[in-house]
């Protein structure tokens, strides 16, 4: 698969990844965008990512381009860089070049409904992937279920601080259905258990730098502070960094999820406790085959999951390599 880079008016980051077929003779190369729908090089395919500066962004991405190679269909990637506005500016691009399906992977869930509704209006089918919109028609929709795996990580943070004592939830960028989900989720393993205080819940936008800073802040002022429920583990790991300065890494019980490497490798390493698995790169295969199904005219469900497991030091061996 090779990629270029695609000059496009007052829109940054999109990416081409333009995939022959078997028989060498590859796609449309002309650079026109869709066409009448259809399998394997008839087909255009534009995913509006929320950012790649996420590792688990960019494994839903490469899940997404493996299964465009193959089936030798025309992918357009952009990055949206956490920006809803810039998003909303690589929605209309694809609308413009006239793509056949659009994948979404909103930055923010209230913000995307006009682009949605753009795409409706231009007679672009769409289909949403780990973050759902709050408006606009959706063709299918892809996540794993963050409720599950929010409350499935409070359960385990609550059963290893042993039943009582206060604890912290960093929260994800307020107004994604991922953030809401895993707090809900989170909230009802928090309802359930009696002897659990939440002594602060703050967002640090799945940043670990803000991850990091706000972990450090919860720290200070929550001396007794027994485990953190971070909301994605890039502010897991930021909140490992605030813990072992602090001198209170061995102390403190740390859930994150998503299951990216880094994570993996701090539960491997005893610095963080457990996370919640999901698989991007399915969760953007899917997206990809859903989407080549909707341009050859096919019946697609309009929500699929793709299950969440919780990862611990007990099972972490069976998520890397």
């Keep these: 698969m090779r990629r270029t880079l695609i000059p496009v008016l007052a829109v940054t ?19 026109n965008g869709g066409g009448d729908g259809g399998s394997g090089s008839d087909v255009t395919i534009g995913l509006a990512v929320s950012t790649l500066e996420n590792p688990f962004f960019v494994t839903l991405r490469d899940g997404a381009e493996d299964v465009a190679s193959e089936a030798g269909a025309e992918l357009l990637v952009s990055d949206a860089r956490d920006d809803a506005q810039s998003q909303a500016n690589h929605v209309q691009d694809f609308i413009t070049r006239d793509v056949d399906v659009l994948i979404v992977n909103p930055v923010d869930t209230a913000a995307i409904v006009p682009s949605i509704e753009a795409a409706n ?59 809401r989900d895993r707090g809900a989720g989170f909230q009802e393993a928090l309802d359930a258990a009696s002897g659990i205080s939440l002594a602060s819940s703050q967002a640090a936008n799945f940043s670990r730098d803000e991850g990091l800073t706000v972990a450090e802040n919860v720290l200070q002022a929550n001396s007794g502070l027994a485990g953190v429920f971070a909301q994605n583990d890039e502010m897991a790991l930021g909140a490992v960094e605030a813990a072992r300065s602090a001198g209170i890494l061995d102390d403190l019980v740390i859930v994150g999820f998503d ?57 972490v061996a069976d998520f890397t390599g």
């Design 121 to 179: 209006d231009a007679g672009i089918p769409v289909v949403t992937v780990d973050r759902g919109s709050d408006g606009g028609e959706i063709a299918a929709h892809i996540a794993s279920d963050n409720v599950l795996g929010g409350r499935l990580a409070g359960e385990f943070l609550f059963e290893q601080i042993g039943g009582s004592g206060d604890v912290a939830q960093l929260e994800g960028i307020a107004g994604t259905s991922a953030a």
């Design 13 to 31: 980051a999109i990416v081409l990844a333009a995939c022959g077929g078997d028989d060498g003779n590859g796609g449309s190369d002309d650079g």
């Design 259 to 315: 299951a990216t490497d880094d994570a993996l490798a701090a539960i491997q390493a005893g610095e963080m406790d457990a996370t919640v698995a999901q698989l991007p790169d399915e969760m953007g295969a899917a997206a990809v085959e859903v989407a080549l199904t909707i341009a050859d005219g096919g019946d697609v469900e309009a929500e699929q999951g793709v299950d969440v497991q919780l990862v611990t030091s007990d099972n």
